[in-house]
């Protein structure tokens, strides 16, 4: 008798794999023809990163301070240098080689289909839940915006569960190995949040799957898991240990942190912050993106609220006949409503495009609540609704609230929208385990019709419902409709394309919704066919599996399609020196800033990527920095220009009136009023906290005086209130981001001023005069200063934090273990494989978990 070989039965998932594979390259196609998606959030990244990359290329070693966004931050939250993270490094190598875009996708797909596998599904359903994960439509419309580190966090993290789930059932050094080696990536995608939510759903696992094993006599077994996976987790975290270390640090002086100044203190527009002097963000920024309740129906039906922002109509809407019988050019009116018309209106400030879990798929996935055996089930509708109670943020605020006020660390993050990314994960589990559960069961019509009616009820007869009486429970309008209008061209007569707008928003939904039920009933119709041995598994599984992924590519390429893709030297057009620049660019005066005032300094990197800028684009700007712009820059703007060094300021062009349809281009306006890189000042203002300062920075003229807060009195030692620098000078003679070398000249012992931000003064900014220590200070908020003797000097500020040297040590031998980890058990695995019966039916797949069991035997009675 022959037996298959182990190359045989891993056939069907390699087959599988490689599908995975083409159906990302098939969405993402324009990679291969050297097109690649604009992502706004990876240039701003790169423009954000161009100052410590410009250094390392002329000295081969990145700086760990940048200059070049809000007037200075550490440079490892910009561009990170870890030489010592080989795993990492040596999978990404690998993923780098796949198509631009499209590794990303399948990277998701990959880790899920490992995933499912381990939960026991085949090789089939473990695609098609894959599948499902990756082209969910949340997560899809992400790249586009650039949030490549998400997605990966999203792939990884399905990685990282099957690891655990193999430890806590007993497969110990295997779910170890796998742990680390997801956990390591997970964190090196670098998306705090997601691996955050992430561990929400892991600690749900390990309360079910440990009362189970408790309650069955395996209390050993869950204990011989937890450790495993507790040295899994201590490898994988200390492989990237310098960026935890530094990320937890750094997090205290961000906007993350608390806040030293207190409830009295109001931001410009007069609103006090809900939740900065208890650390972490404001609850009105944190929740200023939350789904909906209802707007939750997008689940089922994409278009229920209109889709995205911006457009999606065609010329058989009543919106472009509207603006047609307005005397609008077709031509005009066409590209309009395709890419302007604000068909969304829920209460998201802006949204690329729903959240879209599949018709098809939510069908299958209640179904297999009902057929699904053991508690693993309620782990997975467990962990889906608490992904959609964390996106309804303010709307769920009873819930929400409580866990963003005393769950630690829930504060710091925003957008609680992106959990739904996750939930996507447990509806496809559960949808392909299901599906696995009724094949495993051999489950017949009769016992599986109740569970497939009320499926269908729950899907479908909703879906009915919002087609046929949607307009009589939701509005299809939001309270800023008709300003909207009016600001995308319209003007006064706005509010008359109100009225064919909601029609097609109305259309849109029963479209959608019919949509909807067409493609669960084609799922339940195939279900049928297959149970009532119509059909046989070789034809049900390819069916199910192109209903999925045409339900969710489809959706998809709404949102992203192929005119989303632009040739790669496009791309850095953004970053095309404008005359204004290449004018800035001559002065080669050391430190200077720039002030960019065409659109919003603190939203946006492009000043960053030609010049040092005092704003910037970045979610974990300084606390104190932040603070000062928000409360004293707009009472003082040209004080702290000054103050901070802002040497050009960039204004929009002025129309030229003999030529008004030349767009007119940025200039430079020189600031003569600027203090340069260091000053001596004559008066000190001591004041009593964060608040007085605060005050004081909204009158102060830096020129001449200094605020400092009392806690440095030390620092300033003997010095008078009233101090005579004439004749004192100062100047910066060297400049690195992370090296700043000054020469000054005091006539008398006085204090000096550095238009450089003050950032862990005497532990990772440190200063010298003359090559030994000398405490510096903070002042005027957020700048240091430097009692400086009588006579010439040479003063050194050096930057070198001492847990970026701890964390390196720490990667290099976490890493190392990881690795001898990793390489232990697949020896292990592939000796054991060598060995095993060649009649095992996958290799891959862990043995059958004891809590899902098959329907048991009908009982007879006895004679």
């Not at 069908?363 to 959609?388: C, D, N, T, Y």
Request: net charge positive; charged share 15%.
């Amino acid at each position: 008798m022959n037996h298959p070989t182990l190359f045989q039965r891993l056939r069907p998932h390699l087959f599988a794999v490689i599908g995975l594979f083409v159906l990302a390259t098939i969405y993402f196609l324009p990679v291969l023809s050297g097109k690649t998606l604009s992502m706004h959030d990876v240039q701003e990244a790169s423009a954000a990163a161009h100052e410590i990359r410009e250094f390392a290329r002329e000295t081969g070693e990145k700086p760990l301070w940048t200059d070049a966004v809000f007037s200075g931050m550490p440079g490892y939250m910009i561009d990170f240098h870890y030489p010592y993270i080989l795993v990492y490094k040596a999978f990404t190598g690998f993923v780098n080689v796949l198509p631009n875009t499209a590794s990303i996708l399948f990277v998701v797909m990959l880790s899920m289909y490992i995933l499912l596998v381990v939960l026991g599904c085949n090789s089939w359903l473990s695609a098609m839940g894959a599948a499902a994960y990756g082209l969910g439509t949340f997560s899809v419309v992400s790249l586009e915006a650039g949030h490549v580190s998400k997605l990966f966090a999203l792939g990884y993290g399905a990685g990282m569960l099957a690891g655990v789930i193999l430890a806590l059932r007993g497969r110990y050094l295997l779910g170890a190995a796998l742990t680390g080696f997801f956990l390591c990536m997970e964190l090196g995608a670098n998306h705090i949040q997601i691996t955050y939510y992430l561990f929400m759903t892991v600690g749900i696992y390990v309360v079910v799957e440990g009362v189970t094993l408790a309650r069955t006599g395996k209390s050993r077994q869950l204990l011989f898991g937890l450790a495993t996976l507790l040295l899994a987790g201590v490898l994988a975290a200390g492989s990237f240990g310098k960026r935890l270390l530094i990320l937890n640090q750094y997090t205290k002086e961000s906007i993350r942190g608390k806040s030293e100044l207190t409830a009295k203190t109001t931001n410009p527009d007069g609103k006090t912050p809900s939740s900065e002097s208890k650390g972490g963000l404001d609850k009105d920024y944190a929740f200023l993106y939350s789904y909906g309740k209802a707007e939750t129906l997008t689940l089922l039906i994409p278009n229920v609220y209109g889709g995205g922002s911006i457009g999606g109509l065609g010329t058989d809407s009543e919106f472009y006949k509207a603006l047609v019988n307005r005397g609008i050019d077709p031509s005009a009116a066409k590209q309009f409503a395709e890419e302007g018309a604000p068909t969304y209106w829920g209460d998201q400030p802006i949204l690329g495009g729903p959240a879209y879990a599949g018709a098809a798929l939510l069908f299958l996935f209640v179904l297999g609540m009902f057929v699904i055996r053991g508690p693993i089930k309620w782990w997975l509708l467990g962990a889906a609704a608490l992904m959609i109670m964390l996106a309804w943020g303010k709307n769920f605020m009873f819930f929400n609230e409580l866990l963003f006020d005393y769950l630690p660390y829930l504060n710091k993050f925003r957008a609680m929208t992106m959990a739904l990314c996750l939930a996507q994960l447990f509806l496809a589990a559960g949808a392909a385990m299901g599906i696995q559960a009724i094949v495993d069961q051999k489950l017949t019509f009769a016992q599986l019709r109740q569970p497939l009616l009320i499926s269908l009820a729950a899907t479908a007869g909703v879906a009915l419902i919002i087609a046929v009486m949607g307009s009589a429970f939701l509005s299809f309008q939001r309270p800023n409709d008709v300003d909207m209008l009016a600001r995308t061209g319209l003007g006064e007569a706005a509010k008359d394309f109100l009225a064919p707008l909601i029609s097609d928003r109305q259309s849109l939904m029963r479209s959608d919704a019919f949509r909807s039920i067409i493609l669960i009933l084609l799922s339940a119709g195939a279900i049928y066919l297959f149970i009532t041995n119509k059909i046989k598994s070789a034809v049900f599984y390819p069916i199910l599996f192109a209903i999925v992924v045409f339900d969710l590519f489809a959706v998809d390429k709404r949102f992203l399609n192929s005119a989303d893709f632009v040739p790669k030297s496009q791309v850095t057009t953004i970053f095309d020196p404008t005359p204004a620049d290449g004018q800035i660019l001559q002065d080669k005066t050391l430190g200077y800033r720039v002030f960019d005032q065409t659109g919003s300094f603190m939203e946006s990197n492009r000043a960053s990527y030609f010049h040092r800028s005092i704003g910037g684009y970045n979610t974990t700007r300084l606390r104190r920095y932040n603070e000062l712009i928000n409360h004293a820059f707009q009472n003082n703007t040209l004080h702290i220009l000054n103050m901070l060094n802002a040497k050009y300021v960039i204004q929009p062009g002025q129309p030229d009136p003999n030529n008004p349809q030349q767009q007119p281009g940025p200039v430079p306006i020189p600031n003569p009023e600027v203090l340069g890189a260091a000053w001596f000042v004559g008066n000190i203002q001591q004041v009593a906290d964060a608040d007085a300062e605060m005050a004081a920075m909204k009158t102060l003229n830096p020129r001449d005086s200094v605020v400092v807060d009392k806690r440095f009195a030390a620092q300033l030692g003997n010095l008078p209130a009233q101090l005579d620098h004439t004749g004192s000078t100062i100047q910066l003679t060297s400049y690195r981001p992370d090296k700043l070398i000054y020469s000054a000249n005091a006539t008398r012992d006085g204090l000096a001023v550095f238009s450089e931000i003050y950032y862990r003064g005497h532990e990772d900014w440190q200063a010298f005069i003359d090559g030994k220590p000398a405490p510096h200070l903070r002042a005027n908020y957020v700048l240091r200063a430097l009692r400086i003797p009588t006579g010439k000097h040479n003063i050194e500020f050096r930057f070198d934090p001492p847990l970026a040297r701890l964390g390196d040590t720490i990667d290099l031998i976490c890493n190392v273990l990881l690795i001898a980890l990793i390489g232990f058990v697949v020896f292990r695995e592939g000796r054991s494989r060598s060995n095993q019966p060649t009649t095992e039916p996958d290799p891959i797949m862990p043995p059958a978990p004891e809590n899902v069991t098959p329907s048991k035997p009908t009982k007879t009675k006895s004679r």
